[in-house]
């Protein structure tokens, strides 16, 4: 059985994490054994994964196995785009400032701030009444 190589890249958003693999091949995306478009239908979603492909001009030229647990379809969709960013600058060197440009390769490290204790959310406060 001859092994297939590949690059890995982990990607992060929110509370989503990926694990993405890279493979030589004809642009097929696969999220959790199913292709992409079935998984997001959104086609802004869509776009944000295929970003690292159009920054580095390489649309079709990579399979890409992702493997995605927690959080929603947006934080989802920003973990591949960001594993994907970072498997593409494992794969070649010379995409890395391409990535860099366009500010995939830096982790959108926003999460949800936690709820405070008298406060109704993370910041907003009970109606003041003063008399």
Request: charged residues 30%.
């Amino acid at each position: 059985m001859a092994t297939k190589t590949y690059n890995r890249g982990t990607g992060k958003r929110k509370c989503a994490i990926a694990q993405v693999k890279l493979f030589s091949g004809k642009g097929e995306i696969t999220v959790n054994d199913k292709p992409y478009q079935e998984v997001f239908s959104c086609l802004e979603h869509r776009r944000m994964i295929e970003l690292p492909f159009l920054a580095t001009d390489t649309v079709g030229k990579f399979n890409v196995e992702v493997k995605v647990k927690g959080g929603g379809t947006n934080g989802q969709a920003g973990a591949i785009r960001h594993g994907i960013a970072r498997a593409l600058a494992k794969a070649n060197e010379q995409f890395r400032p391409l990535l860099r440009q366009e500010g995939l390769l830096t982790r959108d490290a926003r999460v949800k701030e936690r709820k405070k204790y008298g406060l109704k959310r993370a910041r907003k406060a009970p109606q003041y009444t003063k008399r």
